[in-house]
Nanobody
Framework: QVQLGESGGGLVQPGGSLRLSCAASGFTMDYYAIAWFRQAPGKEREGVSCISSSDRSAYYAESVKGRFTISRDNAKNTVYLQMNSLKPEDTAVYYC?????????????WGQGTQVTVSS
């Protein structure tokens, strides 16, 4: 069964850090670009970051540049999102998704999401 599973979310104070993980089962991540999206209550889903399968190029939304870092460990079939200097506006459910490239309009596989809450 093909699955993506996110973990690492939680409650953190402003300025704090979290590392999200996206683990794949049932398929090999090596050939897929992996993206992180987030959706806050009452807002549309937005792309946060993406890492390509080939040269591991990384892309970031302007709102997270310099604070978030995406990386992948193909041996572990896992992609990570290191989130530093978190702000209350980063509060959302974070999802990972797999596709052929970082420039697709649709993604083949999605995870169930992990809640990130930034609050004092």
């Amino acid at each position: 069964q093909v699955q993506l599973g996110e973990s690492g979310g939680g409650l953190v104070q402003p300025g704090g850090s979290l590392r999200l993980s996206c683990a794949a089962s049932g398929f090999t991540m090596d050939y897929y670009a992996i993206a992180w999206f987030r959706q806050a209550p009452g807002k549309e889903r937005e792309g946060v970051s993406c890492i390509s399968s080939s040269d591991r190029s990384a892309y970031y939304a302007e709102s997270v540049k310099g604070r978030f870092t995406i990386s992948r460990d193909n041996a572990k079939n896992t992609v990570y999102l290191q989130m530093n200097s978190l702000k209350p506006e980063d509060t959302a459910v974070y999802y990972c998704a797999a596709s052929a490239t970082c420039h697709q309009n649709s993604y083949d596989y999605w995870g169930q999401g992990t809640q990130v809450t930034v609050s004092s």
